[in-house]
């Protein structure tokens, strides 16, 4: 399966997040920076194929390596209708990729950390197998119709949030407060805080798009339910 891997900018990735990633990727992975999402590839050790975006917050080392390297770079200008990490979502789309899974610290910006969650779920995504790992949070997204089983650890935290609207014919198991052809509205917080029973939960979606978050995915699993 051909898979991309975007790295955001924001805060410095968890090194944690990046050994997950690296467990499971495939020699044949894109990965695309958004930005200063280079700098934190570069410190992570990975191998940058392209690099998006205004290039406004990229550091002076950055720039200076990626004029020595042989890295495709797609300029855009500052004032743009799309964020970096849209603009390096779009990216990877357009090369036809079935997976993407995005890296990202996190950042002191909430307007910036919504935008680009919210972006997972864009609708010409939807043909598209999309995960983040968002500082120590997991992220899967799902756009109906899907059926996605979502591996965790039993007694562990999940939620599942909405984007864009209603998500229509929730169907859950494995999990404590199950759902049965169920809707979720994304202004209430009903899908909020369940637990995960088994290491596995299968989830369905009729129509709608969710994310489903484990917000303490990289956290040992006593410290999580002591927090």
Known sequence: ??????????????????????????????????????????????????????????????RARLHADTIEVETHPTDKDFTDTELALRAAASRGVERITVLGGGGDRLDHSLGALFALADPSLAHIAVEAWWGEAHIVVLQGPAT???????????????????AHGLT??????????????????????????????????????????RPHALRPLDKEMTS
């Open 1 to 62: 399966m051909s898979t991309a891997l975007v790295v955001v900018g924001g805060d410095a990735l968890d090194p944690r997040a990046v050994t997950q990633w690296l467990e499971h990727h495939t020699d044949s992975t894109i990965v695309i920076a958004a930005d200063s999402g280079y700098d934190h590839a570069v410190a992570a050790g990975l191998q940058v194929h392209i690099v998006v975006g205004d290039l406004d917050s990229i550091s002076p080392d950055g």
């Open 148 to 166: 996605r089983t979502v591996a965790g650890r039993a007694g562990e935290v999940i939620s599942l949030l909405p984007v864009g609207g209603p």
């Open 172 to 213: 859950t198991r494995g999990v404590q407060y199950a759902l049965d052809d169920d809707t979720l509205h994304p202004t209430a917080s009903r899908g909020v805080s369940n637990v995960l029973t088994d290491d596995r939960a299968h989830i369905t979606v009729r129509s709608g798009a969710l994310l489903v978050v």
